[in-house]
């Protein structure tokens, strides 16, 4: 039972476009969301968070929205750059519980 | 040390055989967690620390599975009687306070081979 997923295995956009990476949920009890990305050969690096008290963070060029009622997050990657190609993971947490439940990650190809 | 440090990379083992598999945080971190991704999936969590103790073993598969951190600095993962199906790449991750509003920061994993 995958209680997150990413249901786009691979994701190809321009470089300039923006790019959006979805993720949906099914526990109503998780309460705090990120988003990581990976490079071949490396670990998973922290990209930005969310809290479920609010539906929109942004860090320059990345901005996370939140809708709670549809269970469903996105990371907006704009503009998109050669150096953002990688593998990026939603994650989600339950209060009290350090535990991390990942989706499997979605490949953002950026063409030139 | 700057970062999360991981030993061995690359470590294959034959079906049957014992590993351990170490991870360095970075200094001062209390939080310490061990992750384990197969391919094609997330990370799926195993372990956490808070200092010398594990405060959360609920991921670990089964007996055959032990971790430990006896002095809160390094930890220690240990696989006994290793099974083909344990192969997948192990992370560990430390955080300051084991908090994650700031995300974990991950090593670069340890890539097990079970043959």
């Known amino acids: 039972d995958q209680q997150v997923k990413q249901n786009s295995p691979s994701l190809s956009v321009q470089e300039g476009r923006i790019s959006i990476l979805n993720c949906d949920y099914t526990?109503?009890?998780?309460?705090?969301f990120l988003w990581y990305k990976k490079y071949p050969a490396e670990g998973p690096t922290f990209l930005i968070s969310i809290s479920s008290i609010k539906d929109k963070n942004e860090d320059g060029r990345f901005t996370v929205f939140l809708n709670k009622s549809a269970k469903h997050l996105s990371l907006h990657i704009v503009p998109s750059q050669p150096g953002d190609s990688a593998v990026y993971f939603c994650?989600?947490?339950?209060?009290?519980?350090?535990?991390?439940?990942w989706g499997a990650g979605t490949k953002l190809i950026i063409k030139p | 040390g700057a970062g999360v440090s991981q030993t061995p990379s690359n470590k294959v083992t034959e079906k049957g055989k014992y590993v351990e598999l170490r991870c360095d945080p970075i200094s001062g971190h209390t939080a310490l967690y061990w992750y384990r991704q197969s391919l094609g999936q997330g990370p799926e969590f195993l372990i956490y620390f808070q200092g010398t103790g594990a405060a959360d073993d609920s991921g670990l598969p089964n007996d055959r599975f032990f971790a430990v951190r006896p002095e809160g600095s390094v930890s220690t993962l240990k696989i006994q009687r290793t099974e083909r199906g344990d192969s997948a790449v192990y992370l560990c991750a430390s955080s300051p306070t084991g908090a994650h509003n700031y995300g974990y920061t991950f090593g670069s994993g340890t890539r097990l081979t079970v043959v």
């Open positions: 526990n109503s009890m998780f309460d705090y």
């Open positions: 994650a989600a947490s339950a209060e009290s519980n350090y535990q991390l439940i």
